[in-house]
């Protein structure tokens, strides 16, 4: 299958370690991002192939980056990155957080097909959400820009917290504006297979 074959070289590349169900898992995950997306328009991109590339292998290429710890994955969506991060990451407990109820519909489903034993779904505003735990790290992907993250998972992280954003350009602008209370880490530069664009992972610090 040219598509199993172009997600196991991308893998490959990425010399990620993973556990032996990851890829299988991850061809499940697509199959159902596919189906679901007829009707509930999750992502823009319908090309097989582009959402191996665009959206597998660009999630999977932050995840050596990620600090340890629990994580929200806010604005989920389609369930990017919080479900491929899950599923390579087995160990981690991950929470997928969206507003839209068909999106969190979706999210159920794919913890339920891909047997994501260490992954919840939270259907509601990050800013209206007081969990009885914060997390450690809060990660998104085209959910806003850096200063909008920053204040809708503020509620959700514990002090001293880990904010991960998933970025194209270096974000110059949207660094200046950021709340005095949160400091940048550091900006790591990606490289994602297959994919000739520019991609960051800008690591944020709550106060």
């Given at each position: 299958?040219?598509?199993?074959?172009?997600?196991?070289?991308?893998?490959?590349?990425?010399?990620?370690?993973?556990?032996?169900?990851?890829?299988?898992?991850?061809?499940?995950?697509?199959?159902?991002?596919?189906?679901?997306?007829?009707?509930?328009?999750?992502?823009?991109?319908?090309?097989?192939?582009?959402?191996?590339?665009?959206?597998?292998?660009?999630?999977?290429?932050?995840?050596?980056?990620?600090?340890?710890?629990?994580?929200?994955?806010?604005?989920?969506?389609?369930?990017?990155?919080?479900?491929?991060?899950?599923?390579?990451?087995?160990?981690?407990?991950?929470?997928?957080?969206?507003?839209?109820?068909?999106?969190?519909?979706?999210?159920?489903?794919?913890?339920?097909?891909?047997?994501?034993?260490?992954?919840?779904?939270?259907?509601?505003?990050?800013?209206?959400?007081?969990?009885?735990?914060?997390?450690?790290?809060?990660?998104?992907?085209?959910?806003?820009?850096?200063?909008?993250?920053?204040?809708?998972?503020r509620p959700l992280v514990r002090p001293g917290g880990t904010l991960a954003a998933m970025k194209g350009?270096?974000?110059?602008?949207?660094?200046?504006?950021?709340?005095?209370?949160?400091?940048?880490i550091v900006a790591i530069p990606l490289q994602v297979p297959g994919l000739k664009a520019a991609r960051?992972?800008?690591?944020?610090?709550?106060?």
């Open positions: 299958m040219p598509l199993e074959r172009e997600l196991n070289d991308g893998l490959a590349a990425l010399t990620l370690p993973l556990p032996a169900e990851a890829p299988d898992k991850l061809l499940r995950y697509l199959g159902l991002l596919q189906k679901w997306n007829r009707t509930y328009n999750l992502t823009a991109i319908r090309e097989p192939s582009r959402l191996v590339t665009h959206h597998l292998l660009d999630c999977l290429a932050a995840v050596p980056h990620v600090p340890e710890g629990s994580i929200v994955d806010v604005g989920s969506g389609g369930g990017l990155p919080g479900v491929p991060l899950s599923i390579v990451e087995p160990q981690r407990a991950v929470t997928l957080l969206d507003s839209n109820h068909k999106k969190g519909a979706f999210l159920r489903q794919v913890t339920i097909e891909c047997e994501l034993r260490n992954t919840q779904v939270h259907v509601g505003r990050a800013e209206e959400w007081q969990p009885a735990v914060r997390f450690d790290v809060a990660v998104s992907r085209a959910f806003s820009d850096l200063a909008g993250f920053a204040e809708a998972a350009v270096y974000p110059d602008e949207e660094l200046a504006l950021l709340p005095t209370d949160v400091s940048l960051h992972l800008v690591l944020l610090r709550l106060a």
